[in-house]
């Protein structure tokens, strides 16, 4: 089993996403014992904004494309490879204003390519990202998984939305709620976490 994780917190050691996916990974590891993990910190080196130079290499066929387009695919074609080798994928998703981290978000605007990870089939956009499982260790500093605020909350059904699009229909999500209020924050993690189960 080759599992990717993905983290786009900056916080490190004190991030709830963080320790959240590390617990899906070690629950990965002891259900499949001798799986490789490779981890991803999409802040430490974060992808770029995508510039003019990054979509016209998208549409241009390899045999027509200069050294410089070359060059600019370097980040999506790596990070595309390594998702295509991955079983399992462990993200780490922060609520940053209601939606992801930018640095998640650079991630999905590098993978997100056609011809690579979607094309355009006969039945519409078919993903080509398959036979994969996906969970999602999402955190936030109030509750949105019921409640006055669940309409605010733009990280799963995003996250979801647009990994299926790949063809990543098998999504579990995990959260981590409530981490900026009182009472709640204590056992946040500790809860979130019991409820893993790979
Ligand atoms: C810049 C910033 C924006 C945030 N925006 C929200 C928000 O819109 N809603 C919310 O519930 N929490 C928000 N939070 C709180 C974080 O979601 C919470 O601290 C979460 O645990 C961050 O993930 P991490 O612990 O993995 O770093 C925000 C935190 C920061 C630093």
Redesign the pocket.
């Known amino acids: 089993m080759n599992i990717l994780h993905l983290i786009s ?1 900056p ?1 490190q050691e ?5 320790q959240l996916g590390r617990a899906i990974v070690a629950q990965l590891q002891s259900k499949y014992p001798g799986s490789t993990v490779k981890t991803r910190d999409l802040t430490a080196a974060p992808f770029p904004h995508l510039e003019e130079v990054h979509i016209t290499s998208f549409h241009t066929p390899v045999e027509a494309r200069s050294l410089e387009q070359v060059e600019a695919l370097k980040h999506s074609d790596e990070a595309i490879d390594e998702l295509m080798e991955a079983d399992v994928v462990v993200i ?1 998703v ?5 939606g992801i981290h930018s640095g998640l978000k650079a991630w999905i605007d590098h993978i997100f390519r056609v011809g690579r990870t979607f094309k355009y089939g006969e039945q519409g956009i078919e993903g080509l990202v398959k036979d994969k499982k996906v969970y999602l260790a999402i ?4 509750i949105y998984s019921e409640g006055a605020m669940k309409s605010f909350d733009f990280t799963e059904p995003y996250m979801k939305s647009a990994l299926g699009f790949i063809g990543l229909t098998d999504v579990t999500a995990y959260r ?1 709620e409530g ?2 209020l009182p009472d709640v924050k204590e056992t946040a993690l500790a809860k979130a976490i019991e409820k893993v189960a790979v």
Request: glycine share 24%; charged share 5%; proline share 5%.
């Open positions: 917190s916080r004190g991030s709830f996403s963080i780490g922060p609520m940053y204003n209601f955190s936030t500093g109030g981590v981490v900026g």
